[in-house]
């Protein structure tokens, strides 16, 4: 996989590796870490993004119209949080 044109640009590197950790989504959480390494470089972004619904703010628990929704917009509690290199030499 390519990496974003951010971290492509940002650190240029001959290849790319992508850790994916966690990737599960249900109708009621979603769960996605990835790791993007460059080549000579090491870690150069961590992303996690941990998300719990039960639909009761977004659909007052209507489960079928709420998994229809993005999860910015269904998402009740949980976190995401990017962390990217600063600086490689």
Known sequence: AAPPD???EQFPA???VLAELAAWESAIER???RY???QGIGLVQAQWQILDTQ???CCQGDLAGCSALP???RAER???LTQTLISHS
Do not use: D, I, N, T
Request: aromatic content about 28%.
């Open 71 to 73: 999860w910015p917009r």
């Open 6 to 8: 951010s971290l492509a």
């Open 14 to 16: 001959p290849a790319y």
């Open 31 to 33: 769960r996605q870490v």
């Open 55 to 57: 639909c009761q703010y």
């Open 78 to 80: 949980g976190f995401r």
């Open 36 to 38: 993007w390494f460059g």
